[in-house]
């Protein structure tokens, strides 16, 4: 978001585990309120107002007041305060989403998070406005709209811009359009139509001409645009429709219309459809003439029906960037505003929703899973669950783990635990790795305690004194916080306190307190209650386990999906502890996905930079999919073995593994001897690979599988639908009953563990042809039907044998694409239709390429052209990887012999 207008005198502190805005000295209650003058108490109300505003749309927080007035006793904010902030949030019900506290000289304004309304059922905006700025007429005056007023204009508006390429334009009044074409009027005349919907009458004060001008322009001429047009006449008075006119000693006319002009050009347009026009309006002065001689001017502005939606200013509403308080812009506020749950073509047949924005933080994206994984309930009940009665530490094994390692850990910790008798504290090597920040090396662990009747609490155990030991708990809790809230849609009032504990070597225990004490938090804060515990603890399930979907490049937003519990228990791994790893997967259980993951965790546990991370595949489509995610340095195997200048490079990630080969040399040899140059803190070397996926009969430069260690396994299936999971089932069946000689029969048998999703629909078909030119007619029709159906081209990809066939078969396909009817597809629809190789994978064209080259990369729909192998043996693990590809539309199709 480009939010560069911001308050300086509002300060972001970063001292504390929440979102605090600082305001200053304010001057509170209501008597002491009263007697201040005017412009100070706007501007005291103002910087209150908008740091609650921009911590509502931020994820919550507090506003940090400095009392201003005597704060021996205690004092209550003062009406004017109170009256905005129920404007803020639209409702007489403050306590919903502000408390206030007073601690001496200051005076703490605590704020939950946008979203949850009182009220339930009907839909609210997605965001917190204090002023919409958006007018429209209502009767015979212009109106601003509220939020929930403006919400539902916007989410009009974008319905019809839609369905309808122009707004047409609308004759709102015949005898005022009459008037308008007119070149003169008669001074005192009466004009034969009233003020209505569409006429505005307007008296020139010639006190400030522009100031005048600016102000009714800036509110009236957006009022006609977004209520289908019409007509301001400036010189009538209002009640009796009398021309009045204004002198013309008083008004140069020329540089009054320009100064009209600039104001409606400076009015902000925001669009839903493509045209991205302006206001359409019409400046015109008409002779005032008084017994026959020029008196002077009444000035006529016709203003057209606006296809979408026009601001008198950016909207007054706030968010918190960084370090600053900015206000949004119009472009920014509407897509805030309108932002909703993706309408994804057959989402909800594939997927089932886990987060929808309905009722979130204005920061939350979607999460869905997909059908036939656990749900956020089962994840938590698995993960974390919490007791009927009594503390449980967990995971179990690492908390054997650090009281093995550390003598008097068991101890410390029991001790800070003692008070809590129901709940669960959640351990980690580092919460601060858990939520992508970099791992603080003094830190022996970190425990977030879930309990009844206590806020979240965040304790960090270091080996020795530190410095900086609490600003790391303290921006761990504070990432921890928002990361609940703005990603995992937790929607009750929720604050982390921070508790540092010293271990030292010679075993002495001592707490260290936090900053995040210095601010005392009501008892709404606090868990109350079981309900409360999991909700919590299944937004913690979202923070830790969601991962952004493959489908937000295709449909241009952002969605999340989440880990299955074998991915995550994999990433959980202690890194120090696994240098090396060998990772089975089969077909579609993620293990790209994976991969990804894996390096930014490398990153933040030792703390090294993308260009220390190497990450190696077979092909050049796959490689270029994970540059553009910059998370490390990627290279194809031939480019690893042909470049000697891997000098920075400490960790290597190698995926496709199956598919290497030795052709060039020791892949195997030469990424060992990398990440092994420092004996005594070895790099990290995970290889992920699929011998079911394998596509040659040569080594691939893989250990023999007895030297796979350590190995894990991922064996559920969660890219396939049902349909074409049970094709590829078949298939692997095949591949196991009679693999290829290079592929290790024992490397199989995880076939036997596979687990695949269910009741997710699709469609798998394999059918022959006589010619290659009805495959060609098959693909365009099927390819036609998509797209008038929802589909965009980059859900589809047509994926051929070798880079021979895609020579052959892109003139054919294209061609045939290019023939098709205009009444199969719009004109529009048929130039945007482009047939690219693989490289640019998140470009809206349809993909032609290898099956080899789209090795590690999917989409919804795959046709397979006439799938065959130079080496034979290797047909079915060729076919294999061609229908492991698609999610929901499989189409293999092969010419008869």
Not at 108 to 123: D, H, L, T
Not at 282 to 309: H, I, M, S, W
């Amino acid at each position: 978001m480009n939010m560069e207008n911001h308050n300086s005198s509002l300060v972001v502190e970063s001292s504390y585990s929440d979102l605090v805005i600082s305001v200053g000295k304010v001057t509170l209650g209501e008597g002491n309120r009263k007697k201040l003058q005017k412009v100070q108490r706007e501007q005291e109300r103002d910087k209150v107002v908008q740091a609650a505003c921009a911590l509502l749309n931020s994820g919550g927080g507090v506003v940090r007041v400095e009392m201003a007035n005597d704060a021996e006793h205690p004092v209550e904010m003062g009406q004017d305060l109170e009256n905005y902030l129920e404007d803020l949030i639209d409702s007489k019900q403050l306590q919903a989403f502000f408390e206030t506290k007073q601690q001496g000289q200051y005076f703490y304004i605590f704020v939950k998070s946008w979203g949850s309304s009182p009220e339930s059922g009907s839909a609210k905006p997605r965001i917190c406005s204090l002023r919409s700025s958006l007018y429209c007429r209502s009767g015979t005056s212009k109106r601003l709209m509220g939020s929930r007023e403006a919400f539902d204009f916007l989410k009009d508006k974008e319905k019809k811009a839609k369905l309808l390429e122009k707004t047409p334009r609308e004759q709102n009044s015949n005898a005022a359009a009459t008037v308008f074409q007119r070149k003169q009027l008669e001074k005192g005349e009466i004009l034969p139509f009233p003020e209505s919907h569409s006429v505005e009458f307007k008296q020139l004060s010639t006190d400030n001409i522009q100031q005048y001008i600016k102000g009714i322009i800036s509110e009236y001429i957006p009022a006609f645009a977004n209520s289908g047009g019409g007509y301001l006449f400036i010189g009538v008075e209002d009640q009796s429709k009398k021309v009045v006119g204004f002198a013309k000693e008083i008004v140069d006319c020329n540089s009054l219309k320009e100064k009209i002009e600039n104001a409606i050009n400076k009015l902000y347009c925001v669009h839903f459809c493509q045209s991205q026009c302006q206001i359409n309006f019409t400046v015109k002065f008409l002779e005032e003439l008084d017994k026959g001689q020029l008196y002077g001017y009444v000035c006529a502005v016709r203003v057209e029906p606006f296809c979408c939606a026009v601001f008198s200013e950016a909207p007054k509403s706030w968010m918190v960037k960084g370090e600053n308080v900015c206000r949004l812009t119009a472009e920014e506020w509407v897509d805030m505003m309108v932002d909703r749950d993706p309408g994804l073509q057959g989402l909800c047949e594939d997927f089932e929703s886990q987060l929808s924005l309905s009722g979130r933080s204005p920061l939350s994206r979607p999460v869905y899973c997909k059908k036939g994984l656990e749900h956020k309930e089962d994840l938590q009940q698995h993960l974390f669950p919490v007791a009927s009665e009594g503390l449980q530490y967990t995971p179990t094994s690492l908390w054997r783990e650090l009281s093995s390692e550390h003598e008097s850990l068991k101890e410390l910790i029991n001790k800070q635990m003692h008070p809590f008798s129901r709940g669960i504290l959640i351990l980690s090597r580092s919460w601060a790795v858990d939520l992508n920040l970099k791992k603080k090396q003094e830190v022996i662990c970190d425990a977030l305690l879930v309990t009844q009747n206590s806020p979240l609490i965040l304790y960090t155990v270091l080996r020795e004194q530190d410095v900086d030991g609490q600003s790391y708990c303290t921006r761990t809790a504070f990432t921890l916080k928002q990361k609940l809230v703005n990603m995992g849609g937790y929607t009750g009032k929720l604050c982390v306190m921070t508790k540092v504990l010293l271990l030292s070597p010679e075993g002495n225990a001592e707490s260290l307190e936090g900053s995040a004490a210095l601010i005392d938090y009501p008892e709404s804060y606090y868990l109350a209650d079981t309900q409360q515990m999991e909700a919590l603890l299944q937004s913690l399930v979202i923070v830790l386990l969601s991962f952004r979907s493959f489908l937000s490049d295709e449909v241009g937003c952002e969605i999340l999906n989440l880990l299955t519990v074998q991915q995550y228990e994999i990433l959980s791994k202690n890194l120090h502890k696994t240098r090396k790893l060998f990772i089975h997967g089969l077909p579609g259980s993620g293990k790209t996905v994976i991969a990804m993951k894996i390096m930014e965790k490398i990153k933040n546990t030792f703390g090294c930079e993308e260009s220390e991370i190497l990450y190696v595949c077979e092909n050049q489509p796959l490689r270029d999919f994970i540059r553009n995610k910059k998370i490390c340095h990627a290279v194809t195997r031939k480019t690893f073995m042909s470049d000697t200048d891997f000098r920075e490079i400490q960790h290597i990630v190698i995926d496709e593994a199956q598919n290497f080969r030795t052709e060039d040399g020791d892949w195997y040899k030469k990424a060992k001897n990398i990440t092994q140059r420092e004996k005594d803190c070895p790099g990290m070397l995970w290889i992920f690979l699929d011998y079911f996926q394998t596509s040659h009969e040569k080594s691939s430069g893989l250990p023999f599988p007895s030297r796979q260690y350590p190995r894990e396994e991922l064996n559920r299936v969660v890219r396939n639908a049902d349909p074409i999971a049970n094709y590829v089932q078949k298939i692997m069946q095949k591949v196991r009953d009679n693999p290829p000689r290079n592929i290790p029969s024992k490397c199989l048998e995880i076939f036997r563990k596979a687990e695949w999703s269910q009741d997710v629909p699709g469609y798998c078909k394999i059918k022959k042809y006589c010619t290659m030119d009805e495959i060609m007619v098959y693909i365009t029709e099927k390819c036609q039907f998509l797209l008038r159906n929802g589909y965009s081209c980059k859900d589809i990809a047509v994926l051929c044998s070798n880079a021979e066939d895609v020579n052959i078969y892109e003139p054919k396909l294209q061609g045939a694409m290019r023939k098709r009817t205009h009444s199969q597809l719009s004109e529009e629809s048929d130039l945007l239709v482009q047939i690219k190789n693989a490289s640019d994978i998140t470009g809206n064209h349809i993909v032609l390429d290898t099956v080899r080259r789209f090795s590690g990369l999917e989409r919804n729909i795959v046709f397979g052209i006439d799938p065959r192998a130079a080496e034979p043996s290797v047909l079915n693990n060729l076919l294999l990887c061609l229908a492991s590809r698609a999610r929901k539309q499989l189409y293999i199709l092969m010419l008869a012999n």
